[in-house]
């Protein structure tokens, strides 16, 4: 089952404001992974984290890897139009390089004008 | 990177029908992941290939569904005797064989059991 709690579920923002979300769990992981999914496609791979403390960044996401490693954080600045999709963050079950992920169940993200 | 690609994206069939889905990773990964996903949940682990060799199968996965990868590049998901509770994305992921883990999702194969 799933081990990774998102937060919020959803959220409706207007286009230009600042959006943070965060993912957390029981567990303590050594990486964290966000992804974003539009409908009816695959998640498509946003930030990687390998390090605890680490904040990484692409373009206006920025993504923080908890100094616990059992939480991780995406913002996203002056949000547009085409942010609008489900955001998962994920990580991997085992310590090895060959792990399956498990995924949280997501931040639905809506943009209005 | 040409990316993951899934094939066909949509499949409508009847409940106790068989039908198999392909995957073609990004061309240097050597390995493969299937996932599937139902409405409002993140992706579930199914299966996990090495190159040619499964190596990790979910509880997931009944005896219903097989999956191949028989010279380490393509893979493909079997289901046998469909049901309507296998309605679902099935997704495929492919990553590098060393360093870290991040996966690559290809679009999907959405399937409906009627």
């Known amino acids: 089952g799933q081990q990774l709690n998102q937060s919020p579920q959803s959220m409706f923002i207007q286009e230009g404001e600042d959006v943070s979300m965060n993912c957390t769990s029981s567990?303590?992981?050594?990486?964290w992974l966000w992804y974003k999914q539009d409908p009816g496609e695959g998640p498509v791979l946003l930030i990687a984290l390998y390090k605890a403390g680490e904040l990484t960044s692409n373009g206006r996401l920025t993504a923080q890897f908890g100094i616990t490693r059992k939480d991780s954080f995406l913002n996203i600045s002056a949000s547009i139009p085409s942010d609008v999709g489900i955001y998962f963050c994920?990580?991997?079950?085992?310590?090895?390089?060959?792990?399956?992920?498990?995924f949280g169940t997501g931040t639905r993200l809506q943009v209005t004008l | 990177d040409t990316g993951v690609s899934q094939d066909p994206r949509h499949k409508i069939t009847k409940r106790g029908q068989n039908v198999t889905f392909r995957c073609d990773p990004i061309s240097e990964h050597n390995r493969l992941y299937w996932y599937r996903q139902t409405l409002g949940q993140g992706p579930e682990f199914l299966t996990y290939f090495q190159n040619e060799a499964q190596l990790e199968k979910s509880r997931l996965l009944s005896d219903r569904f097989s999956a191949e990868r028989p010279k380490g590049s393509f893979s493909t998901l079997e289901i046998q005797r469909t049901e309507q509770g296998d309605s679902a994305m099935y997704l495929c992921a492919s990553a590098r064989g060393s360093g870290r883990n991040e996966q690559f999702f290809g679009p999907g194969t959405r399937l409906t059991v009627l």
């Open positions: 994920a990580a991997p079950l085992n310590t090895g390089t060959a792990s399956k992920l498990t």
């Open positions: 567990s303590i992981f050594n990486t």
